[in-house]
């Protein structure tokens, strides 16, 4: 089944302990993303990468990295967690293509930082 | 900077009557435009995409996009209640792929 997997689903932390949220897509896919949900605010880009190798910043990167050393995979790194990082985060995963091509998102990980 | 605004509701229509769901966006470079859906606590999920000028119809669903004035929406038509969710407009935009997405449109269809 094509998928993008994230584990884990639901984590609770406290702050400084870094921690690492995993993304794995099994449809080849070139481009992968992390965003985060927050009420009221919508989806907003942490990091995107558009190859291996390849990242990027996207509009709220502070606090965060990411590693793209395969092509399937793209964890979220946060190295010091803070309580204002508790939210919603989706990674999502695009193929190559034209205009109809979006992105594909994976189920979601809801994290708590105490 | 791109920005996409859309009418944040609550949206309450009865079952099956049309819902009309809305969102501009700011920037003309924009390539195509998508409507996901979310339901709450789940991953969103596409629904549609346009990138035309015009309407794109797809079962109940019909997208419009009016580049001109910067305006694209969703009409659902004969609205069930399974179709009460945040819907989610996005622009997709650069090299790759980026999404900017707006706040969502909460619905609600009522019985």
């Known amino acids: 089944e094509a998928q993008v997997t994230q584990n884990p689903r639901y984590l609770i932390t406290v702050t400084g302990k870094k921690l690492t949220v995993t993304c794995s897509q099994n449809?080849?896919?070139?481009?992968m993303s992390w965003y985060r949900q927050d009420p009221g605010l919508g989806l907003r880009q942490i990091y995107y990468?558009?190859?291996?190798?390849?990242?990027d910043k996207g509009d709220v990167p502070e606090g965060y990295k990411v590693s793209r050393k395969e092509k399937r995979n793209f964890p979220l790194i946060l190295e010091s967690p803070s309580p204002n990082q508790t939210s919603l985060y989706f990674c999502?995963?695009?193929?190559?293509?034209?205009?109809?091509?979006?992105?594909?998102f994976g189920p979601g990980t809801r994290l708590l930082v105490l | 900077q791109k920005e996409v605004e859309q009418n944040s509701g609550p949206l309450s229509v009865p079952e099956g009557a049309i819902a009309s769901l809305n969102c501009t966006y700011s920037?003309?470079?924009?390539?195509?435009f998508f409507w996901y859906r979310q339901y709450s606590g789940k991953s969103p999920e596409l629904i549609m995409f346009?990138?035309?000028?015009g309407d794109k119809e797809d079962g109940r669903f019909t997208a419009q996009l009016n580049k001109a004035s910067q305006y694209v929406s969703l009409l659902i038509r004969d609205s069930q209640p399974s179709d009460s969710a945040t819907y989610l407009c996005?622009?997709?935009?650069?090299?790759?792929?980026?999404?900017?997405f707006g706040s969502g449109t909460q619905l609600t269809v009522l019985p």
């Open positions: 449809m080849n896919h070139e481009y």
């Open positions: 999502a995963s695009s193929p190559p293509g034209g205009y109809q091509e979006t992105q594909y």
């Open positions: 996005a622009l997709r935009w650069g090299s790759a792929r980026q999404l900017t």
């Open positions: 346009i990138y035309s000028n």
């Open positions: 990468s558009m190859n291996v190798e390849v990242t």
């Open positions: 920037d003309r470079g924009s390539q195509s």
